[in-house]
T-cell receptor, first 115, second 117 residues
């Protein structure tokens, strides 16, 4: 099955700086890569996603890049703000013999943006 | 955007009792719903996948008789933790996907914090 590795596990940046979170995946057939933001005590919220036919996608301060050959994708947050502090999860859609297509999550990155 | 509502947000129950958690898609029809479990500071672990009108598919190591899942309509799935024990205490999160399986993103509810005393 799909294996998703995420780094770093914790990241601390100063307000205004950029933050980059990287993920790798193992299943070359995976074709959908969402990123989720989870605040304390809440469910994950989809912030951006990318499909395998696209190399980069941007939405205001957030961008995601995908390198299919290397099987890695990254989340870039520019001009970080304290409210960006949260846990971020990457995921890859792969085939699960039990449930069909399912999302496999990375272990999360705890981002702290200090004023 | 797509909204998934999960209820209750928090529940405390005594050991041996059962707890039901509801997951509703509010503005779209969810042909597939997923149930995840999350331990503190850890990632989401898929427990089971449910398709409307059919039996849920459980991941390896998840007891189907303990975690009963019902997906009776295109907007509602329920997870019942039967005969709960303290080790079942966790954060349970549902997610739902629309009819276009290959194209729809996954939307999550806000989770249910279960504490078994």
């Amino acid at each position: 099955g799909e294996n998703v590795e995420q780094h770093p596990s914790t990241l601390s940046v100063q307000e205004g700086d950029s933050a980059v979170i990287k993920c790798t995946y193992s299943d070359s057939a995976s074709n959908y890569f969402p990123w989720y933001k989870q605040e304390l005590g809440k469910g994950p919220q989809l912030i951006i996603d990318i499909r395998s036919n696209v190399g980069e996608k941007k939405d205001q301060r957030i961008a995601v890049t995908l390198n299919k050959t290397a099987k890695h994708f990254s989340l870039h947050i520019t001009e970080t703000q304290p409210e960006d502090s949260a846990v971020y999860f990457c995921a890859a859609k792969g085939w699960n013999s039990n449930s069909g297509y399912a999302l496999n999550f990375g272990k999360g990155t705890s981002l702290l943006v200090t004023p | 955007g797509a909204v998934v509502s999960q209820h209750p947000s928090r529940v405390i129950c005594k050991s041996g009792t059962s707890v039901k958690i509801e997951c509703r898609s509010l503005d779209f029809q969810a042909t597939t719903m997923f149930w995840y479990r999350q331990f503190p500071k850890q990632s989401l672990m898929l427990m089971a996948t449910s398709n409307e009108g059919s039996k849920a598919t459980y991941e390896q190591g998840v007891e189907k008789d303990k975690f009963l899942i019902n997906h009776a309509s295109l907007t509602l799935s329920t997870l019942t933790v039967t005969s709960a024990h303290p080790e079942d205490s966790s954060f349970y999160i549902c997610s739902a996907r629309g009819a276009l399986l290959s194209e729809s993103p996954l939307h999550f509810g806000n989770g249910t914090r279960l504490t078994v005393t």
